[in-house]
């Protein structure tokens, strides 16, 4: 079965950077993409955006722009979300999710989803 | 960006009564060249990520209980839970996928009368 296995909590200053990691298991990692979505203490989940593990493509939401970095090791079948420039505001549970558009196509439907990674920004 | 709205915020359901949470989306998300809504729905209990449930609006995902519909077209749809089991309790969100970014509803509280 399809199993996505993520890194565990991070504790954070402000303006320190975070990676996640993502292992897949239980499917042929490039035949899918990979979404990023968070959500906050409370609040809805937010979708940051997205990876092909197929060419590695990727489609960010605009208010993470040039703060966020997603990669695919496809060796290791493990995608990985690095956030910069870290702020209170950003944290929250981080989740990786598999997207079932095929390859190089990006859907949106998340079918399979990682269990979780805390990350809590605080000075 | 497309504003997805749900209602109500929370409701208490008595078991085997049936649930039904509106969700609307600030402009249509159906894609008339292939006639379909780009319109998921996920349901989260504490302390788990969302499970998938519902996508093009109806389709149910496998191995989800027929106790969940969904039904809705355009800028208005329904999630419908036919007969509530203590198992249904969790918070349950929309989502459009019809453009980038995707974004879902602030999600539905479900709990027991």
């Known amino acids: 079965q399809v199993q996505l296995v993520q890194s565990g909590v991070e504790v954070k200053k402000p303006g320190a950077s975070v990676k996640v990691s993502c292992k897949a298991s239980?499917?042929?990692?490039?035949?899918?993409?990979i979404s990023w979505v968070r959500q906050a203490p409370g609040e809805g989940p937010e979708w940051m955006g997205w990876?092909?593990?197929?060419?590695?493509?990727?489609n960010y939401v605009q208010k993470f722009q040039g703060r966020v970095t997603m990669t695919t090791d496809t060796s290791t079948r493990t995608a990985y979300m690095e956030l910069r420039s870290l702020r209170s505001d950003d944290t929250a549970v981080y989740y990786c999710?598999?997207?079932?558009?095929?390859?190089?196509?990006?859907?949106?439907?998340?079918?399979?989803w990682g269990q979780g990674t805390l990350v809590t920004v605080s000075s | 960006d497309i504003v997805m709205t749900q209602s109500p915020d929370s409701l208490a359901v008595s078991l085997g009564e049936r649930a039904t949470i509106n969700c609307k989306s600030s402009?249509?998300?159906?894609?008339?060249?292939?006639?379909?809504?780009?319109l998921a729905w996920y349901q989260q209990k504490p302390g788990q990520p969302p499970k998938l449930l519902i996508y093009?609006?109806?389709t149910r995902e496998s191995g989800v209980s027929d106790r969940f519909s969904g039904s809705g077209s355009g800028t208005d749809f329904t999630l419908t839970i036919s007969s509530l089991q203590a198992e249904d309790v969790a918070v349950y969100y929309c989502?459009?996928?019809?453009?980038?970014?995707?974004?879902f509803g602030p999600g539905t509280k479900v709990d027991i009368k």
């Open positions: 093009w609006a109806s």
């Open positions: 999710a598999r997207d079932l558009g095929i390859e190089w196509e990006l859907l949106g439907i998340l079918d399979s």
């Open positions: 402009q249509s998300i159906l894609y008339s060249s292939n006639n379909k809504n780009y």
């Open positions: 989502q459009q996928y019809y453009n980038t970014p995707f974004t």
């Open positions: 239980g499917y042929t990692f490039t035949s899918n993409g």
């Open positions: 990876i092909s593990a197929y060419n590695g493509k990727t």
